[in-house]
């Protein structure tokens, strides 16, 4: 049993020698320099000057590798746990640091005031010596000498290990950041796969659901038609004339979603033309003539006397343009007029890098007319319709370009909410920008694209 204990023990002793060697080598180097102080000042008496700096230097030079050693091994046991996990960590380590530092300050502190104290002991009879009067005073000054090495050794290795530690929770901070980045691009890439996914279900879903209401539909306006043709009283044919309406403006509705739904997947199949936007706008009112003579707004046009002619799909561009002047007819005050105008201006106002490109099934055409187009990057054709709004704008552009978005939202009038929404959408797909501008009661959609006059298409 007492040989099994001696055994246990001489492990144990063991295994704290070999897990504290550093530190204790530290201890028995700093214990050599510290007898050599002691002998240089207890037997200063018997050193002459040249013995005297030479058990200094020594003194000195064991002193300074024992305390960098037992410091730097001191430090590293007391916070080898130390781990950054959050941002307060850097400051955490500044209050340590700076306790230690206030710490080894002390400690100088004392030990010059000990030095001096010696010193002055030294020339003011302290170095009487065997009843005789000894004026070597080397011992003093060499102490002072000391105490500031040994404030420098130990300054370093404090500097030494911090620096380390700032490293470390550098490498830590640096790591959690990058962390935290990859958890948020996943996160980010979740959400757009989903969005993508969720936006890709809905465009399917309003895409199949107006194709398949456009058969029955068609039917029953057929049958409508068929019936108005009968003898009807009176006042069936009135009910008539209301289904028939209803029907017509269902049928808008339907093709507008379709529409919408196929543009906002990117399946749009662009005929790139020259036209004139100008010679467009009066084609426009034109064919609108009779609907505007109705309304009782009057139409103001500003048309630019410049070259208006652009590249893009002449039947995409009529629907926005159309879209636009229904969009004023439908929800300015009565009497108002409402402004329309074109005009150039140059690319600065608005780059063309601003401006996404053209998308749909002839990637090949939209693309070459788009790179043309960016070539001269010189000129903007801008168009502008403005009206006065007939009931409270209390709403923001984002809001009104949403689908199934109104400005009218007690619903009174003709609008189904896809006519700006369309408009946006359309825009961006022939490689333009679309924007709305509330003043008060002033609406104003502006249209911005890339002019060409050069041959983009020969």
């Known amino acids: ?42 037997n200063r008496g018997h050193h002459p000057t040249e013995e005297a700096l030479f058990f200094g230097v020594l003194c000195n030079l064991l002193l300074g590798l024992g305390l960098n050693g037992l410091l730097g091994e001191y430090l590293e046991k007391r916070y080898k746990d130390w781990r950054s996990e959050d941002e307060t960590h850097f400051e955490e380590w500044k209050g340590v640091r700076r306790i230690w530092n206030q710490r080894l300050l002390i400690a100088e502190a004392a030990a010059f005031i000990a030095a001096f104290w010696y010193l002055t002991y030294l020339t003011n009879g302290g170095a009487w010596m065997n009843w005789q009067y000894y004026t070597n005073y080397a011992s003093g000054y060499i102490l002072i000498i000391s105490a500031l090495i040994q404030y420098l050794v130990c300054r370093a290795a404090f500097e030494r290990f911090w620096l380390k530690k700032l490293q470390e929770v550098m490498d830590a901070s640096v790591e959690l950041n990058r962390k935290r980045v990859e958890e948020a691009l996943e996160i980010e890439r979740k959400s757009l796969e989903k969005m993508s996914r969720s936006d890709q279900l809905r465009v399917d879903l309003i895409t199949n659901v107006s194709h398949d209401l456009k058969t029955p539909l068609t039917s029953m306006v057929g049958y409508i038609e068929l019936i108005k043709k009968e003898e009807l009283s009176d006042v069936v044919r009135d009910y008539t004339g209301v289904i028939s309406d209803r029907a017509e403006k269902l049928k808008e509705m339907i093709n507008s979603l379709f529409n919408l739904a196929k543009a906002s997947s990117g399946n749009v199949e662009l ?76 690319t600065g106002e608005l780059g063309i890098a601003d401006i996404p490109a053209p998308s749909g099934g002839r990637e090949t055409a939209a693309g070459e007319a788009t790179e043309q187009t960016a070539g001269r990057r010189g000129r903007l054709l801008c168009l502008q319709i403005t009206n006065t709004s007939g009931y409270p704008m209390d709403f923001t552009k984002e809001d009104i370009i949403e689908r199934f978005a109104r400005g009218d939202k007690a619903r009174s009038g003709e609008g189904n909410g896809l006519g700006l929404a369309i408009v946006s959408t359309y825009a961006k797909a022939l490689g333009g920008e679309f924007d709305i501008q509330i003043d008060c009661d002033q609406f104003k959609a502006c249209l911005t694209f890339p002019a060409d006059s050069s041959s983009a298409l020969q």
């Open 1 to 42: 049993m007492a040989t099994r204990w001696k055994d246990i023990v001489k492990k144990k002793a063991q295994e704290f020698i070999l897990a504290n060697l550093r530190m204790i080598g530290g201890v028995v180097v700093v214990g050599a320099g510290v007898y050599l102080g002691l002998n240089l000042v207890i």
């Open 271 to 346: 005929h790139m033309e020259r036209f004139e936007v100008n010679r467009l706008i009066e084609q426009i009112f034109a064919d609108m003539d009779d609907r505007i003579k109705a309304s009782g707004l009057t139409f103001v046009t500003n048309l630019t006397e410049e070259d208006t002619e652009l590249v893009s799909d002449n039947s995409y561009f009529y629907r926005i343009c159309q879209n636009l002047v229904e969009n004023a007819l439908k929800y300015s005050a009565k009497g108002t007029r409402v402004f329309v105008k074109t005009f150039i201006k140059p």
